[in-house]
């Protein structure tokens, strides 16, 4: 065999060697695709839940709490009512010489993820039932669906209670301390069950 020939056989298994260690340590330091970010949590179906009711009385210029617990509620309303007195109860006949004043009440709401609100006490129109009503909305923290969950407080605010008066000024014939109120709590939260969310 001429030397040339020798020569060139032996450079090209060389470079075939070369060729397979580089492809081998190539492969042995390929790089990893960066891991997929972690899915977002879907947002859990929104569902009304059963009115709750309260009822109760409150004397003139107090405060009355009541404590409620919610299920993972995002929007959350309570309205009060109330009826006065009419013309001329507790007073001497006839009773059309009376006016009974109207009664004045008002809400605030404290529940958890520093949900509040508050509606200062609004007088009912004479004569007719007395309605308050309050609204809020619960802010979540990220994808934390339960951060309303738990006890709510809700106070009735019972301002001044209007007294029988008659038609001549300054003259009283019964003087009101207080009301019966009725309160109905609605709310619509997330249905974690059904989401797998638990």
Known sequence: ????????????????????VLAFVMGSFEVAAPPAPPATPSEPSIVPSAPITQSGTSDENT??????SLSNPVNVTVTLTWTDEPDGTGCPP????WVNQPDNFGLTIEGPGNATGSQEPVPNTHGQQGSVSLSVTVRINGTDWSTGDGEWSITVLCGACGD????RPGVFGWVDSGNAWEMSIEYSGYDMAAEGNT
Do not use: C, F, Y
């Open 63 to 68: 405060e009355q709490v009541i404590s409620v």
């Open 1 to 20: 065999m001429h030397k040339n020939d020798r020569t060139m056989i032996i450079s090209g298994i060389g470079v075939t060697i070369l060729a397979l």
């Open 94 to 97: 006839p009773a059309a010489r």
């Open 164 to 167: 029988q008066t008659k038609w």
